[in-house]
């Protein structure tokens, strides 16, 4: 069982940042795929960003250049560094770890999520 602690979410103003961290418990963070997702209201949750356990990154176009995903496996954490901040980035973030089958990120696990707000 893998349990995920997020934190850093909060209303911020266009162009603002926010730099979002999911705490893991579990012993083999450090070889597991993670990523984040989010969803909007009335909207489908998406990928916004995955980082394989070697740290390989991928991103959604719409956050490409503005995010950027990370990890700390000595602390079993993953981060989640947002810049340049849209009022459509406003959502539910999601932290999650999974697995890869043939080059396909899969989430097993979710944290509770945390609003993100972009609003003036």
């Known amino acids: 069982q893998v349990h995920l602690v997020e934190s850093g979410g909060g209303l911020v103003q266009p162009g603002g940042s926010l730099r979002l961290s999911c705490a893991a418990s579990?012993?083999?963070?450090?070889?597991?795929?993670m990523a984040w997702h989010r969803q909007a209201p009335g909207k489908q949750r998406e990928l916004v960003a995955g980082?394989?356990?070697?740290?390989?990154?991928n991103y959604a176009d719409s956050v490409k250049g503005r995010f950027t995903i990370s990890r700390d496996n000595a602390k079993s954490t993953v981060y989640l560094q947002m810049n340049s901040l849209k009022p459509e980035d406003t959502a539910v973030y999601y932290c999650?770890?999974?697995?890869?089958?043939?080059?396909?990120?899969?989430?097993?696990?979710w944290g509770q999520g945390t609003q993100v707000t972009v609003s003036s």
């Open positions: 999650n770890v999974g697995r890869r089958v043939n080059g396909k990120y899969y989430p097993d696990y």
């Open positions: 980082i394989t356990s070697g740290g390989s990154t």
């Open positions: 579990g012993t083999f963070f450090s070889l597991l795929p």
